[in-house]
C-alpha cells in the first residue's frame, strides 16, 4: 500500500491553520505523517504545532523554511516527507473527510504521475463563491497559453468527474514523489505558475496528470491578497511582470523543437489581455483604461517573458 504525506505551508494564521490540521485529523485514511513549514520568524505556528501534536499520535513534523516564500516552504517540506505519495493543501482551505482517499485512489493506476481538484472559495461570510461552468481545465495549448479554471469551476457537459490536464493548483493536489524532484526555485516570487513546472516535470516521465472535480477543498481566504486583488495597480512586478517571467521561463525549458519558435511568438505579439502583447494592447485599454499605464505593463510583461525565455533555455 502506499504511503503517503501532506504538507501544509503556513505563515501567521494559527486560526485558520488549526482549522485545516482538524480536518487533515479527520480523515478516513490518514496520511501516514503530516509536514507543517513554519516559516520566518513565526514562532506562533510552531508553538501551535507542538500544541496539537498528540492529536495526530507522532505523526505531525514541524519544519522550518528561515527564508519567506511558498516554493522555498514546499522545498522545505519536501526534504522531510517520506510518504510514495504527497498531497498539499493550503493553510486556509478544510479538506473533507474523505479528501485525501479519493487522491490516493486514483494512484491505483500505475500510469497516474499527479492528481489535483478544486478549491471552492468562501466570502468572509461563509458564502460560496459562483461556480462557472467550463470547456477546459488546467490546459496548456499547442501555442503557449495557460488555461487555468482550476476553482469554483465546473466541467461544461457535467458528465466526466475526472479529466486529464497539463497543469494543477498547489491549494490541492498530489503527487508521486518518485514523478517529481522539486519546485523550481528559479521561478520568481510570488511564484505564480510553480505548480505547472512541478506537472511539467511528471509529465516529462511520460505520466498522466488528473483533475477530479469530485474531490474539493474549502477554501475561507484569511486575507486579500494584493497580488491577486484583480486590479491593475500596486507591485506590478510581482503581480505581472514576475508572472509573465514565470511563464515563459516554464515554455522555454519544456518546449523543444520548431514549436520553440512559435511559442515565443506568441509571448511576445501576443499573450493576452491581462499580460498584453502589442497585438492585444488595444484590448487591455479597451478593457482598463489608462493607455500609459497599460503600456508601462505590455513594456515590462515583454521584458520579463524575454528574460523567462532566455534563462529557460536548455544548457
Known amino acids: 500500500m502506499l504511503s503517503s504525506s501532506v504538507i501544509i505551508v503556513s505563515y501567521k494564521r ?4 488549526a482549522r485545516c490540521l482538524e480536518s487533515i485529523a479527520s480523515q478516513i485514511v490518514p496520511p501516514d505523517e503530516v509536514v507543517v513549514v513554519w516559516q520566518h520568524d513565526d514562532q506562533a505556528t510552531r508553538d501551535l504545532c507542538e500544541q496539537l501534536s498528540p492529536t495526530f499520535e507522532g505523526r505531525l513534523k ?14 522545505e517540506g519536501l526534504k522531510s516527507a517520506k510518504g510514495d505519495i504527497v498531497a498539499l493543501i493550503d493553510d486556509d482551505a478544510v479538506a473533507p473527510n474523505n479528501w485525501l482517499s479519493k487522491h490516493l485512489r486514483h494512484y491505483d493506476d500505475e500510469a497516474t504521475g499527479a492528481v489535483g481538484g478544486p478549491a471552492l472559495n468562501h466570502t468572509p461570510g461563509g458564502e460560496r463563491f459562483p461556480v462557472q461552468r467550463v470547456r477546459r ?98 507591485n506590478l512586478t510581482q503581480k505581472f511582470f514576475n508572472a509573465a517571467y514565470n511563464h515563459a521561463y516554464i515554455l522555454s525549458k519544456y518546449t523543444s523543437g520548431p514549436l520553440r519558435a512559435v511559442r515565443l511568438f506568441y509571448l511576445v505579439t501576443i499573450s493576452s489581455v491581462p499580460f498584453p502583447g502589442p497585438i492585444k494592447y488595444p484590448l487591455a485599454v479597451w478593457r482598463y483604461g489608462n493607455p500609459g499605464r497599460e503600456f508601462h505593463i505590455m513594456a515590462g510583461t515583454l521584458r520579463a517573458h524575454l528574460k523567462g525565455w532566455k534563462d529557460g533555455m536548455p544548457c
Not at 62 to 75: D, K, L, M, S
Request: charged share 20%; net charge negative.
Open 14 to 17: 494559527q486560526q485558520q491553520l
Open 62 to 75: 514541524r519544519i522550518h523554511c528561515p527564508t519567506p516564500g511558498i516554493v522555498p516552504a514546499e522545498n
Open 137 to 234: 481545465v488546467g490546459k496548456l495549448t499547442w501555442y503557449g497559453k495557460f488555461v487555468g479554471n482550476l476553482n469554483d469551476s465546473a466541467i461544461e457537459d457535467g458528465n466526466e468527474p475526472t479529466v486529464q490536464v497539463d497543469g494543477l493548483a498547489g491549494n490541492n493536489m498530489s503527487f508521486r514523489r518518485c514523478a517529481f524532484v522539486t519546485f523550481d526555485e528559479n521561478m520568481r516570487d510570488y511564484w505564480q505558475l510553480f505548480e505547472l513546472e512541478a506537472c511539467q516535470q511528471v509529465r516529462r516521465r511520460g505520466l498522466n496528470i488528473l483533475f477530479d472535480f469530485d474531490n474539493p477543498v474549502l477554501h475561507y481566504p484569511a486575507s486579500q491578497n494584493r497580488v491577486y486583488d484583480g486590479t491593475r495597480q500596486g
